[in-house]
């Protein structure tokens, strides 16, 4: 099926995307970590327009955007399915994804000490559990699906403290359930080393005035 290659940087919850996408369906493929501070002529090449990571190569041929390559690799391998077989679940879960994509991070900022702030991202999140999960272990039902792994940037800001603090029981339980699957536990970012390392950027970076 041709060589498959993911430059990508170990802080990016984007870029672990695409890792657990592979390794749910036992894709085996080339990783190339990328700094972004100081990008590299592979990564200014072949994504120009926004010069981010991930990039995807299958065959030598280049894809950028987390979920664009998601779809792509759900096209390409469609064993071990991260879509429902059935056409209206398939749409709603595109729906539940597109709505998670569309409020981004936001979702998730439940006490960053703005009221209005506050009462929406729980809101949303409330939405997320009663609409979209239910009484299922995942969004996908007994197994991991694409929504589950679009969710999963919970866990960069710091998901289950907040869900559990929150009584959002549901989507905890979900959260906790997901990070325990073997492809994910074994390659998910330490929270501690990541916000150290960003720290190390930040001071690094020059002042701006």
Not at 25 to 49: M, R, W
Not at 75 to 82: G, S, T, V
């Amino acid at each position: 099926m041709g060589e498959v290659k993911l430059v990508g940087t170990w802080v990016s919850p984007y870029t672990y995307r695409i890792k657990w996408a592979l390794k749910l369906k036992g894709i085996a493929f080339d990783y190339i970590e990328e700094d972004l501070c100081n990008k590299s002529a592979l990564l200014l090449q072949y994504n120009p327009i926004h010069k981010k990571v991930p990039v995807f190569f299958h065959g030598g041929k280049p894809i950028c955007e987390s979920m664009v390559i998601i779809e792509y690799i759900e096209e390409i391998w469609p064993h071990n399915p991260l879509l429902p077989t059935d056409p209206y679940e398939r749409a709603m879960l595109r729906f539940w994804i597109k709505y998670a994509e569309d409020k981004g991070p936001s979702m998730w900022m439940v006490g960053e000490g703005q009221h209005k702030a506050d009462q929406n991202s729980l809101e949303m999140l409330k939405i997320i559990e009663e609409k979209a999960l239910g009484d299922k272990k995942f969004f996908g039902g007994d197994n991991i699906s694409m929504l589950d792994i679009v969710l999963g940037l919970g866990h960069w800001l710091g998901g289950e403290k907040l869900l559990e603090a929150h009584k959002l029981h549901r989507l905890h339980v979900w959260l906790k359930n997901f990070k325990q699957v073997p492809v994910i536990k074994e390659d998910l970012p330490d929270l501690d080393a990541m916000l150290a390392y960003l720290r190390r950027q930040r001071e690094m970076s020059p002042a701006t005035h």
